[in-house]
């Protein structure tokens, strides 16, 4: 074989083979980055959990005091209209 067709063969085949490692570390690559994904995913749908654990437990505290104490909404009894306001002073007007 001539010296241009050994080069030649030396250099197509250290393109070939510098593809097949280049394809086999990206592949590792993608498939680290796609379990980190899934990692994630766990751990966001763990903190959902607790999140809607300790919603839950909020609620039945809620329901547990209510059922305690007397709760009523102060702004339902509000006067409407001819009330006074924080000095006694009454608001309507004409006098």
């Known amino acids: 074989m001539s010296r241009a067709s050994k080069l030649t063969l030396l250099g197509t085949s250290l ?3 510098s593809t ?3 394809v086999h570390f990206q592949q590792k690559a993608e498939q680290e980055a796609m379990h980190q994904g899934v990692i994630r995913d766990m751990e966001q749908q763990r903190i959902k959990r607790e999140r809607q654990a300790d ?3 909020q609620r039945e ?3 547990q005091y209510k059922k305690e104490q007397t709760v009523r909404d102060s702004t339902a009894e509000a006067p409407v209209g ?3 306001t924080e000095r ?3 608001t309507q007007s004409g006098r």
Do not use: N
Request: net charge negative; no cysteine.
């Open 15 to 17: 393109f070939a083979l």
């Open 20 to 22: 097949v490692v280049f």
């Open 88 to 90: 006694g002073i009454g």
């Open 61 to 63: 505290l809620e329901a």
């Open 82 to 84: 001819g009330g006074t």
């Open 55 to 57: 919603f839950d437990m």
